[in-house]
């Protein structure tokens, strides 16, 4: 017994039909229904062209004609109408035999909208891809050198050369430094081996000082030992430029500030030498009282000159470490200082003024060993900062005392300035650290220490903040002892 091949019609997942020279459906498998929801009988009868979208009716109606002529089917994917009135994508094939045409059609509409999600994507891309202010591209990296795999115009006008003439050239190929390469080969083979991008700044050769700031990204293999990275690079020239105008007004901002330091302390040198001269003069007046009255013991005279002696070295110790402080420290090399040292000779120059206001100044002490690596001088900037502002929160109250307490940790040394103020509110916490920010009246403050101090603390990759669980006001420098 022959086979029933009519099972197959039943069963095909593909749309079977036979259509009549007249152009109509004579015959339809159940794949119609299930795909466009038309029962046999709204179908049979009527022509094929009628379901067709209006735009793909003259497209039907020439490919039926060249298979009718006895041409090859051309290549049909169309819309045809569902009964909700929407469209299907269909994929034709069919044959004509005389006097019926055969057809199989096969639901293209997942295939289609795939098609158009890709080729969505693609526009997404090319307008990225377009941008001329960004470079981007893929390279090939096989056996530690980069190879050109294709790249976008901005990236081909920047190395003088064209979307095609790049293809597969390398570096070296394009003339570039052996400094330069070794140096993105270098970037190429981290971006390779960490799986992440990479990124950094460099200057590209020949181009007159552009700056550029690249990103490389690994993106698998194409054959094994054949690595690609995508790279995106932007010019950052301008970017840098304005940076270093930044740069440079801070840098004024400091000499400003400085000036106005040194304004803070010429009043309180006056203070600061003021006491040691009178000492020296009530003794250079005892001394002459003594001769006068002929009473000039030598042991009394020791004395006195002696104590004129000491005082003086007081002063031109408070002179030395003055001379120090005003001292820009911005471009001093870090070396190692005994903390101690950096203490003492900051106190210096203001003990005399707190003194003087009846503030009493407790120090820890600090043993001699304790050293770290640092520019001292910038260090006693922000600590002679910190007691200044100690000094004008004490002024106000009537229990007047500053600590300076030190602490060794095992990598860190840490310096604390503690006052007896009034302390601060909460949200005076929050701004205090920025630049320009004071609660002084015009003249007597720049609102510049803390940030400033703040900044050179951080420079030397130490922390300065304003300790909130303290109950007396505290501030805290925090320093490695070695730089990194
Ligand atoms: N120890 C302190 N006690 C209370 N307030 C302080 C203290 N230190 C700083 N401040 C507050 O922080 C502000 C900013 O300090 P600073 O940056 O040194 O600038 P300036 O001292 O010129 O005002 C001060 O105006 C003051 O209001
Ligand atoms: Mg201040």
């Known amino acids: 017994m022959r086979p029933d091949v009519d099972q197959f019609f039943e069963l095909s997942s593909d749309l079977l039909c036979v259509v009549g020279d007249d152009g109509c459906f004579k015959m339809l498998n159940p794949a119609w229904e299930r795909t466009l929801g038309y029962r046999p009988d709204e179908m ?61 059609a096969r639901n293209a509409s997942e295939r289609m909208a795939l098609e158009e999600a890709l080729a969505e994507r693609d526009r997404e891309m090319r307008a990225f891809y377009d941008l001329d202010h960004v470079q981007m591209g893929i390279v090939e990296f096989v056996g530690g050198e980069g190879r050109y795999v294709s790249c976008n115009q901005a990236a081909a006008v920047s190395l003088r050369e064209t979307t095609e003439s790049i293809k597969g050239k390398t570096l070296s190929d394009l003339g570039m430094r052996v400094d330069f390469r070794d140096m993105i080969h270098a970037r190429l083979d981290e971006a390779r081996v960490a799986g992440k991008p990479v ?119 408070i002179m030395e470490s003055m001379r120090g402080l005003v001292r820009e420290g911005r471009q001093d090399a870090f070396r190692e200082e005994g903390v101690k040292d950096i203490v003492q000779g900051t106190l210096a120059v203001c003990a005399e003024r707190l003194k003087n206001r009846r503030v009493t100044l407790r120090v820890a002490e600090v043993p001699d060993t304790l050293r770290i690596e640092c520019r001292p001088v910038q260090i006693s900037q922000a600590l002679l900062n910190l007691i200044t502002n100690a000094y004008a929160a004490v002024e106000a109250v009537a229990e007047r005392w500053i600590e300076v307490g030190v602490e060794e940790r095992e990598d860190e040394v840490v310096i604390a300035v503690i006052d007896s103020g009034a302390g601060l509110s909460p949200s005076l916490r929050e701004r205090i650290f920025e630049p320009f920010f004071t609660t002084k009246e015009p003249g007597h403050g720049t609102g510049l220490g803390l940030s400033l101090s703040r900044s050179m603390i951080e420079g030397h990759g130490g922390t300065l903040i304003l300790d909130d669980s303290a109950a007396a006001t505290r501030f805290v420098i925090t320093l490695p002892k070695v730089q990194k």
């Open 44 to 104: 049979l009868q009527l022509p094929v062209l009628s379901f067709f979208h209006p735009d793909d009716v003259e497209s039907g109606r020439r490919a039926a004609r060249a298979i009718q002529q006895g041409l090859p089917f051309p290549q049909l994917v169309n819309r045809v109408r569902h009964r909700d009135g929407s469209y299907r994508w269909l994929s034709w094939n069919a044959r004509f035999t005389g006097s019926h045409f055969y057809a199989s």
């Open 199 to 317: 990124q950094f700044e460099h200057l590209l050769p020949r181009s007159r000082g552009r700056w550029l700031q690249t990103t490389f990204c690994y993106v698998g293999q194409s054959k094994p030992g054949c690595d690609r990275i995508a790279y995106l690079s932007l010019d950052v020239t301008e970017l840098k430029q304005k940076e270093e105008k930044v740069r440079e007004q801070q840098l004024r901002i400091l000499a400003a500030s400085r000036t106005s330091a040194l304004g803070e302390m010429a009043a309180g040198i006056a203070h600061e030498i003021n006491n040691p001269l009178t000492i020296i003069q009530g003794r250079a007046q005892a001394i002459a009282r003594l001769v006068e009255r002929g009473m000039a013991e030598p042991q009394a005279l020791l004395e006195a000159v002696r104590d004129i002696n000491a005082t003086v070295m007081r002063v031109s110790k």
